[in-house]
């Protein structure tokens, strides 16, 4: 009677096994993505319901401070930890967080409310140096020239197909955040400006 129980537990828990592998679409994933982030992607299953991504290019920022708008260009490195539920066989939903880091060579600030507060700026063309709080007209354009490196930290919600006849992988996502420029002034003192973040991304990836 125990050995039949025991053969019985044991094909029952290779059957679970083989049908929890088989919901894995792949292990290992590589390739690009456009949008707000654009560059090379990787993403690799760690388990059945659990990934991690990596993203590495160059992103448009768009970050919401108080006053002001940023806008900006930066070469990043996203990384994301999801969790992974399947709607079908090809099919899945993911949730997460990760965090970025990056470095930007300029900022441009569009400025709400007539001021700004917490930075040096530099502006336009004639390069004169103000400290801070500046008048600036109503919805003036501002740059900043100080190289700033960048940080902060993100959900991340998407949809993935794997494609059953190639490997290929196709995903969308939606990553909205909190991140913060950061720089030394003049006087050599660290300065930082940030606000929400977010990014819009389609990925597509060789899977194996």
Request: hydrophobic share 40%; glycine share 12%; with cysteine.
């Amino acid at each position: 009677m125990n050995k039949k129980l025991t053969i019985c537990v044991l094909s029952l828990l290779l059957g679970f096994s083989t049908f929890v592998q088989a919901q894995r679409p792949y292990d290992h994933s590589v390739g690009g993505t456009v949008g707000s982030l654009n560059g090379f992607s990787y993403k690799t299953l760690v388990t059945d319901h659990f990934a991690i991504g990596t993203d590495l290019g160059f992103k448009f920022n768009c970050v919401a401070n108080g006053n002001m708008n940023l806008t900006a260009h930066t070469f990043e490195l996203n990384t994301n930890f999801m969790y992974q539920l399947n709607m079908s066989e090809h099919s899945f939903f993911y949730i997460g967080a990760g965090f970025c880091l990056g470095y930007n060579w300029k900022l441009r600030a569009q400025i709400i409310d007539g001021y700004v507060q917490g930075w040096s700026w530099r502006f336009g063309r004639w390069g004169y140096m103000y400290h801070i709080p500046v008048a600036v007209p109503y919805g003036r354009s501002v740059d900043i020239y100080y190289d700033a490196g960048k940080g902060g930290g993100h959900a991340i919600l998407g949809f993935e197909y794997a494609d059953p006849i190639s490997p290929l992988a196709i995903s969308f996502d939606f990553r909205p955040g909190y991140s913060a420029f950061f720089s030394k002034t003049e006087s050599s003192k660290l300065s930082y400006v940030g606000g929400f973040d977010w990014s819009l991304n389609f990925g597509i990836r060789y899977t194996f």
